[in-house]
């Protein structure tokens, strides 16, 4: 599929940077936890928590959308096997993003949590990109991907759709401070531009010529 | 609009909004987070790793002096009618939950930055349409008036509340010392400007993008009001930095942003004076930014709003804002026959 000799790492070295992955998606929440015991989150951490595990997602999208290209570009084919694990910490930080809200801003009033779902635009495009990533979460199993065949791959481009709604949900909750939102408006949309298909086609071109420079 | 006849203090019966005290330790939150570290194994994590390195973790993770900057016990009167007997929120909280932004952005960036902010020498100046413009020293601001407390319920625009406990004096008290002329219709407040100190005046990163100095105003009607306080102190001591000091406004029928704190300059004006936020987003923020459940934020609900009390984090109670925060019957008529839709 990709067009790279792939750099062979060992099943055991694999395993080894999974962990490694593994420890960079949980440190950040061992950090939460350990900031609000401790008071450095201000004496009602509500916000810092929602904005915290908002931004956890955000980081584990962008994290997520570099495999493939830094995959291609530096011809490591095995890194791809990690991008599940990463896309799952999208999952579980969204997650808590959504449960932070529920729970300790609206103390788990359900009349609120839908009300504020349908009338406010930045909760609703938050909402619906948390949708599409739990559907890539649940289908994330090698057997329902073989299952679904190619239908798989069209469910999967959805993290596409959410690498644009999430940064927009960002941008559009901030009270004032858009430098930061911006910011990540700007990486997603790099690394979707990057996806584009006269951009690919550039890049082989170039491969082409550079192989037959070579000859 | 302006009524200055409005301002009479007169025997007041106990309003109805009070509620009977929840007699709660106001020191167990911050008593129980200890334990709870504790209780997580950092005592034993801490046995098993070298001296240094104990220090630098509970450096990170223990308890820090959250208030190293001083502050003074004030001498005041308890003013009894007002919210005396409301559930307060505690003094750990009020001072690590703000909003700042001449110090950052986040909620506890004010107390994290601002312990070291210099508030003496100060200068207060009133001045415009006024009689006799003065300007008051560091002293004089707890000194010139007589300092009373009260209770006040705090409701911010971004739909969080607080009862705090403020001491000061009316600002009627202080526009009556300088005798506002009959041009006088509206008063304009002034944050001061430094941004030596206040890093987010210095960085836009930071300071998310007011225009700074930030600037507040009211209707002279409003300014008179017998509600609307100056502010000096809370919990009985003068201020923090992250409450305001040296010296702040309060109206408590207002949403936060209104009550705006580090006043150097207070003038009195004929015509509507710009305001900070409303300035950033005028659909959002509008001048008058009365408490109203009615009128929603364009991005979120101002029907109910999370108080924060005492106990831990599960603690808040989602409660139903009121008009005007409660506080309708001093200031339901200061706003007869506007829209209040319109007038937000």
Redesign the interface.
């Given at each position: 599929m990709f067009n790279i000799t792939a750099l062979r790492v060992s099943p055991k070295q694999l395993l080894w940077v999974k962990l490694v992955f593994h420890l960079i998606g949980l440190i950040p929440i061992i950090w939460l936890v350990?900031t609000?015991?401790?008071?450095?989150?201000?004496?009602?951490?509500?916000?810092?928590i929602i904005?915290f595990t908002g931004i956890g997602a955000l980081n584990a999208l962008l994290a997520t959308l570099l495999i493939s290209p830094i995959a291609k570009r530096f011809k490591l084919g095995w890194l791809m096997q990690t991008r599940r694990l990463v896309g799952l910490y999208v999952f579980a930080y969204a997650t808590l993003h959504i449960v932070a809200f529920f729970?300790?801003?609206?103390?788990f009033?359900w009349g609120?949590f839908f009300?504020?779902v349908a009338?406010?635009?930045?909760i609703l495009v938050g909402a619906v990109a948390y949708v599409i990533v739990s559907a890539l979460a649940f289908t994330s199993f090698k057997i329902l991907m073989r299952k679904m065949g190619r239908r798989w791959q069209t469910l999967h481009n959805g993290v596409y759709l959410v690498a644009i709604l999430a940064p927009i949900h960002f941008y559009?909750?901030v009270?004032?401070?858009?430098?930061?939102p911006s910011l990540y408006i700007v990486g997603f949309s790099l690394l979707l531009a990057w996806r584009l298909p006269i951009w690919q086609k550039m890049r082989t071109s170039r491969l082409a010529m550079a192989a037959k420079d070579k000859q | 609009m302006a009524n200055h006849s409005r301002f009479t203090p007169g025997i007041l019966k106990k309003a109805r909004w009070h509620m009977q005290d929840n007699q709660v330790t106001p020191e167990s939150v911050?008593k129980a987070?200890r334990h709870?570290?504790k209780a997580?194994g950092l005592g034993a994590i801490g046995a098993s790793i070298p001296g240094y390195v104990q220090a630098g973790l509970f450096d990170?993770?223990?308890?820090?002096p959250?208030t190293s900057f001083i502050t003074t016990p004030l001498t005041f009167e308890a003013n009894a009618r007002f919210g005396q007997d409301e559930v307060r929120t505690?003094f750990?909280?009020?001072?690590?939950?703000n909003n700042f932004?001449e110090f950052g952005?986040?909620?506890?960036d004010p107390?994290d930055n601002a312990q070291r902010y210099k508030v003496e020498p100060w200068q207060l100046r009133i001045e415009g349409e006024v009689e006799r413009p003065i300007t008051l020293d560091y002293q004089d601001l707890t000194k010139m008036f007589p300092l009373e407390e009260r209770t006040y319920r705090l409701r911010c625009v971004?739909a969080?509340s607080m009862v705090i406990p403020w001491v000061g004096f009316p600002l009627a008290a202080l526009l009556k010392k300088v005798g506002v002329t009959s041009k006088g219709k509206y008063v304009a407040f002034e944050t001061a400007f430094d941004p030596e100190q206040m890093p987010g005046q210095k960085s836009?990163?930071m300071g998310?993008?007011?225009h700074y100095p930030y600037v507040e105003g009211l209707t002279i009607a409003e300014a008179m009001n017998e509600l609307t306080l100056m502010s000096v102190g809370l919990y009985g001591k003068t201020l923090l930095p992250q409450n305001g000091a040296p010296i702040r406004l309060v109206v408590p029928w207002k949403y936060g942003f209104k009550s705006i704190k580090s006043i150097v300059r207070i003038r009195v004006m004929d015509k509507q004076p710009p305001t900070s936020w409303n300035q950033?987003?005028p659909h959002e923020y509008g001048f008058y930014a009365n408490v109203n459940p009615a009128v929603?934020h364009p991005?979120?609900?101002q029907a109910?709003e999370?108080r924060?009390g005492e106990g831990g984090?599960?603690s808040?109670?989602?409660i139903d804002t009121l008009p005007f925060n409660g506080y309708g019957e001093f200031v339901a008529s200061l706003y007869d026959g506007m829209d209040l839709r319109q007038f937000y």
């Open positions: 350990f609000v015991l401790s008071g450095r989150a201000g004496g009602d951490p509500v916000q810092h904005h729970s300790l801003d609206l103390l009033a609120l009300t504020e009338k406010r635009p930045y559009w909750s009270k004032s401070e858009i430098v930061e | 911050f987070r709870i570290v997580m990170l993770f223990g308890e820090q959250k505690p750990d909280k009020v001072s690590t939950h932004y952005t986040s909620k506890q107390s971004e969080w836009r990163l998310g993008g007011i950033l987003a929603d991005r979120w609900s109910s999370r924060i984090l599960f808040a109670q989602r």
